[in-house]
């Protein structure tokens, strides 16, 4: 769909909205979306079969922001709003929490020419890393949440002006951590200090997805402090570890080195033989020859902590988890951009 887009754009010509149509058929009726802006708000005006059943059936003329809460609207209209305006695509990679697991989602924005009022509309596709489930929907009355990993402006060479986008904005990508470019170069990100309620809930959107496979006795003292500082979960058995990595995403996995039902080690290299593999924390029973130690791979994180872990040291192995992780999703998005 890019390459169909940029082959027109680069020609200074942007494709007709129909032209879309014929190229892409099949999967834009399932996961595309067309987007229009009137009175200053941006609308769905088509949406696929897929997007329909996590958003709803009465999507249709909604407001593009009508899921979000209040304080993440206006970044939401003022990143289409530069699409509109200066005729650049957008390509957004995202976390969403839907309650009962994370979806990482890759959206697709680019300007066509609707050929009804010679209009500027944004076509788009969204692309999933999971197989889709009955539960991913938008609950009634709920607010969509949504972690911004990465928003690369797609110019095609022309300079991009972000003044669109607020100090609010700013600060809340900032707080989620995002990188934000123009081609894959990053542009400066904000320094400034933020609060209140868009930095809470900013701020919340970012945590780290963590997993601990351990006893809950054991675990205990430790579970209530990490409950507070990330996204925790608990399991006690290899059995539904297994379970929680099949269907959600996990940043960072931490295994006792024995575990009912299995060995730690065995679902570390589970996971580490997975496309995106959580960063790993292996707990070692206290031995002669046993010791702290951080290995890094290509793809991998495993850091090794002797038992018992104080609660710095774990919270220091599971944060620099988190950052080889974030660093990964950010590197890969543009390597994968820059081969399309």
């Known amino acids: ?92 990679y995202s976390r969403f929490w839907f309650g009962h697991r994370h979806k990482d989602v890759e959206w697709l924005l680019l300007p066509a020419r609707d050929a009804i009022g010679d209009r500027i509309v944004l076509v788009g596709m969204s692309a999933t890393f999971v197989e889709h489930d009955e539960l991913d929907v938008l609950a009634a009355g709920s607010d969509l949440v949504e972690r911004i990993i990465a928003q690369d402006y797609l110019a095609l060479g022309k300079e991009v002006q972000l003044g669109h986008l607020s100090r609010q904005s700013w600060a809340v990508l900032d707080a989620m951590g995002a990188s934000v470019s123009v081609d894959g170069e990053p542009v400066p990100r904000s320094t400034m200090a933020m609060g209140g309620e868009a930095a809470y809930a900013a701020r919340k959107a970012s945590l780290a997805k963590v997993l601990a496979v351990a006893s809950r006795q054991e675990f205990f003292g430790h579970a209530s402090k990490l409950s507070k500082l990330y996204n925790f979960h608990q399991v006690e058995t290899f059995g539904e570890a297994l379970a929680v990595l099949e269907k959600d995403r996990v940043d960072v996995l931490i295994a006792d080195e024995r575990i009912e039902g299995g060995v730690g080690l065995d679902l570390i290299q589970i996971v580490q033989n997975q496309k995106e593999a959580a960063a790993c924390v292996l707990l070692l029973t206290p031995r002669v020859g046993a010791e702290d130690a951080t290995i890094r791979t290509e793809n991998g994180f495993v850091h090794l902590l002797v038992k018992p872990a104080g609660d710095f040291a774990l919270r220091k192995a599971i944060d620099d988890a988190g950052i080889f992780v974030r660093t990964r999703q950010k590197t890969r998005f543009y390597e994968e951009g820059d081969k399309a």
């Open 1 to 92: 769909m890019f390459k169909f887009w940029r082959q027109h754009a680069v020609s200074g010509k942007l494709p007709e909205l129909r032209e879309f149509f014929e190229e892409t058929e099949l999967n834009f009726r399932k996961a595309g979306v067309i987007i229009v802006r009137e009175a200053g708000d941006v609308f769905y005006d088509f949406c696929g079969d897929e997007v329909m059943e996590v958003l709803g059936a009465d999507i249709l003329g909604q407001s593009m922001t009508f899921c979000y809460p209040e304080k993440f609207k206006a970044l939401q209209l003022e990143s289409a709003d530069i699409c509109f305006d200066q005729q650049v695509g957008l390509d957004r």
